[in-house]
Structures are given as structure tokens and as C-alpha cells.
Antibody, heavy 122, light 110 residues
Framework: QVQLVESGGGVVQPGGSLRLSCAAS????????IHWVRQAPGKGLEWVTF????????LYADSVKGRFTISRDNSKNTLDLQMNNLRPEDTAVYYC???????????????WGQGTLVTVSS | QSVLTQQPSESGTPGQRVTISCSGS????????VNWYQQLPGTAPKLLVY???QRPSGVPDRFSGSRSGTSASLAISGLQSEDEADYYC???????????FGGGTKLTVL
């Protein structure tokens, strides 16, 4: 069955960096676009970033552009999110989600991992 | 304030039909298909409807979606206590060049 397992969350000081990872299994990883979506404590969902199935296109929300970088390794079925210059408002649960349909342009987030908590605080 | 507007709360009694709305603009709902997600307390969101009205396998046909103009809606018929959750709409926005989520609707089953 489809599995997405996030790791790498934790507590970091403002201005610091953190690298999240997402390990995928149970589907042909290289056929699907992958999104990161976050949820601040007690708040709604916020789309963060997306990479096409082949990594050819990467998109970012304005709130993280220039600070976050998404990357994928289709040979290892893994996805990373490098987060630099973190701010308190980046505090959230970060979910790795695979697109619902294979290929391009996709149909948006389908299956979601369980998420990993990032806390930015001094 | 979300670009996609949902009513903050909705309620119904078991067996009733409820509708959750999602209002956007020509750059998002007016041009792109809408997905709907259910988030039970303490869990990850789950996809209920994609591409306006398609249900992933395993989602009961009590859940149905539609889109017209710059608005979309999720209808839940035969309401059950386990439907008590937060519901979010989502679509692409041409101006922001990114995906949007609505602010969410908290559904209470009375």
C-alpha cells in the first residue's frame, strides 16, 4: 500500500535551517508529482511547494520562495525539503503528499503522510 | 483571510444532507478543478473529491462535489457521526502560480 513517511522535524532557532525528508513506497514514485503542505497549530492548510514527477519543474508559495528548496531522488524514492532562514511563522506540521494522478499536470494532493512537526522558537 | 472562502462552520443531524461551499475567483475556481479534503481530529487530511466530482476508491458516494462559475460545493448526504471533521477545498491559482486551500469548514453532527 502507499506509504509516505516524513522525518527531520524538530525545534530550531529563528534564522536556522532544517532538512525534511519523505520516504515513499507502494507506488511508482517517478510517475507522481509531490507536494509539501503545512498546517500551523490550530490553523488551516497551506500549500508550500511542488515538484513534477521528473523534477523538471518546482513551484513555491510566496511565503517560502528563496528560503525553501525541494528536491527528489527518483532512484531512491525520496524527497527532501531544505528549509533555510526559518521564521517563527514557519512553525507547523509539514505533510508530504503525492499527487492524485500520475504524470503532468496532475490533479493536486492525493495521499498524505502523517506529517512532521517543525517548531521555530528561541 | 483565504483567497478561497468557505463558511467557518456547518452542522446537521444524522441522516441529513449538508452542503459546504467554496467561493473563489476567475483566476482559481473559475478556471481550475477543485479538490475536497476531510481532516478528522488529530489526523492527516484525506482526499474526498478531486477534479470537481471524482471520488478516489474507497470514498463513499455520500460525498459528491460540483463546480459552477467561481464557486464549488461539497455535498454530504446521509450524514453520520463519523463525518464530524474539518473540510477544505483546494485548487490552482493562475495569479499566485500555486495551489490554494480554503480556510476550512468545521462540520458538527448534532
Amino acid at each position: 500500500q502507499v506509504q509516505l513517511v516524513e522525518s527531520g522535524g524538530g525545534v530550531v532557532q529563528p534564522g536556522g535551517s532544517l532538512r525534511l525528508s519523505c520516504a515513499a513506497s507502494g507506488f511508482t514514485f517517478s510517475n507522481y508529482g509531490i507536494h509539501w503542505v503545512r498546517q500551523a497549530p490550530g490553523k488551516g492548510l497551506e500549500w508550500v511547494t511542488f515538484t513534477e514527477c521528473d523534477g523538471s519543474s518546482k513551484l513555491y508559495a510566496d511565503s517560502v520562495k528563496g528560503r525553501f528548496t525541494i528536491s527528489r531522488d527518483n532512484s531512491k524514492n525520496t524527497l527532501d525539503l531544505q528549509m533555510n532562514n526559518l521564521r517563527p511563522e514557519d512553525t507547523a506540521v509539514y505533510y508530504c503528499t503525492k499527487d492524485e494522478v500520475p504524470g503532468k499536470p496532475g490533479a493536486g494532493p492525493g495521499y498524505w503522510g502523517q506529517g512532521t512537526l517543525v517548531t521555530v522558537s528561541s | 483571510q483565504s483567497v478561497l472562502t468557505q463558511q467557518p462552520s456547518e452542522s446537521g443531524t444524522p441522516g441529513q444532507r449538508v452542503t459546504i461551499s467554496c467561493s473563489g475567483s476567475s483566476s482559481n475556481v473559475g478556471r481550475h478543478a477543485v479538490n475536497w479534503y476531510q481532516q478528522l481530529p488529530g489526523t492527516a487530511p484525506k482526499l474526498l473529491v478531486y477534479r470537481d466530482n471524482q471520488r478516489p476508491s474507497g470514498v463513499p458516494d455520500r460525498f459528491s462535489g460540483s463546480r459552477s462559475g467561481t464557486s464549488a460545493s461539497l455535498a454530504i448526504s446521509g450524514l453520520q457521526s463519523e463525518d464530524e471533521a474539518d473540510y477544505y477545498c483546494s485548487t490552482w491559482d493562475d495569479n499566485l502560480k500555486g495551489r490554494l486551500f480554503g480556510g476550512g469548514t468545521k462540520l458538527t453532527v448534532l
